[in-house]
C-alpha cells in the first residue's frame, strides 16, 4: 500500500511562485513513476507533469512548460513541483499521483495511488 501526501498550496498572487511537495509512504519509488495532475471547478482532471523514478526523464504539460519544473528525491520519498511566474488559470486542486511502471503517460487511468489533492489558487 502507498500513501501520497501534497502540501505546499496556497493563495498567491499573479507571477509568484510556489512549491508543492509529494511525500509517499509505504513503499519506495524503485521502478515505478510519478506525476502530477490538476483539476479545476467544472473541468475535468488533466496531466501537470511526469517524472521517472531516477528523475532522468521528465515531461510536461505545454500549458506549464517553461514554468513548472518537477523533480524528484530518492532518499526522502519525495516529489516536488516547483511552480513559477503563476497564471490566474493554473488555480487548481493538484494531485499527485504514482505510476506502477516507469513507463511515460499522461492518462490519469494509468496511475495507480493518488494524494488527496492541495489548492492552488492565483489572483490576478
Known amino acids: 500500500q502507498v500513501q501520497l501526501v501534497e502540501s505546499g498550496g496556497g493563495l498567491v498572487q499573479a507571477g509568484d511562485s510556489l512549491r508543492l511537495s509529494c511525500a509517499a509512504s509505504?513503499?519506495?519509488?524503485?521502478?515505478?513513476?510519478m506525476a502530477w495532475f490538476r483539476q479545476a471547478p467544472g473541468k475535468e482532471r488533466e496531466f501537470v507533469a511526469f517524472i521517472s523514478w531516477s528523475g532522468g526523464r521528465s515531461y510536461y504539460a505545454d500549458s506549464v512548460k517553461g514554468r513548472f519544473t518537477i523533480s524528484i528525491d530518492n532518499g526522502k520519498n519525495t516529489v516536488y513541483l516547483q511552480m513559477n511566474i503563476l497564471k490566474p488559470e493554473d488555480t487548481a486542486v493538484y494531485y499527485c499521483?504514482?505510476?506502477?511502471?516507469?513507463?511515460?503517460?499522461?492518462?490519469?487511468?494509468?496511475?495507480?495511488?493518488w494524494g488527496q489533492g492541495t489548492q492552488v489558487t492565483v489572483s490576478s
Open positions: 499521483a504514482r505510476k506502477g511502471a516507469d513507463v511515460y503517460t499522461r492518462l490519469s487511468s494509468g496511475y495507480d495511488y
Open positions: 509505504g513503499r519506495t519509488f524503485s521502478g515505478y513513476a
